[in-house]
């Protein structure tokens, strides 16, 4: 079955959109990579200490190895993202460490992301999910290279 193709208000953006339909998908890479890698270079920039610290207050062990691997991931992991490299593990990690942010930090303040609650955060997970699922898409080092996970 054929799926069916909304008609435009405005049937001569038609080439436009067509045009720029694959610039979408790297912008979504880009738009959840770029926070994640300021996330990151704050980490780097202040060191280990505080990661471990809020690693042991969250009661996550080992709080060092755990608080060294974020480190890597909200760098290395966020630039793959952005360039779209390896995008399926990296999409994946940020998922899983979205959720466990969700039910260890957040959830005790509920939903409202005013209140420090889990409302971004697992919205963050569902779109990491998403690039997961999908993978780098057609402007991404993964096409280049001709292979993914």
């Not at 079955?1 to 038609?14: D, G, K, T, W």
Request: net charge positive.
């Amino acid at each position: 079955m054929e799926p069916v193709q909304a008609r435009l208000l405005i049937p001569s953006l038609a080439p436009f959109y067509r045009c720029v339909s694959d610039f979408s998908y790297p912008l979504i890479r880009i738009a959840v990579g770029a926070p994640m890698l300021v996330h990151g270079v704050m980490k780097l920039m202040n060191g280990p200490a505080p990661v471990i610290a809020t690693m042991e207050r969250l009661g996550i062990q080992p709080a060092a190895s755990m608080a060294y691997f974020l480190m890597f991931l909200e760098t290395v992991g966020a630039v793959c993202i952005i360039l779209g490299l390896f995008t399926r593990f990296f999409a994946a990690a940020f998922c899983i460490e979205s959720l466990i942010l969700v039910f260890v930090a957040h959830w005790p303040n509920g939903f409202a992301a005013n209140r420090n609650g889990y409302e971004m955060v697992l919205t963050w997970a569902i779109i990491y999910f998403a690039i997961a699922l999908r993978g780098g898409g057609p402007w991404s080092l993964d096409r280049k290279l001709g292979r993914e996970l």
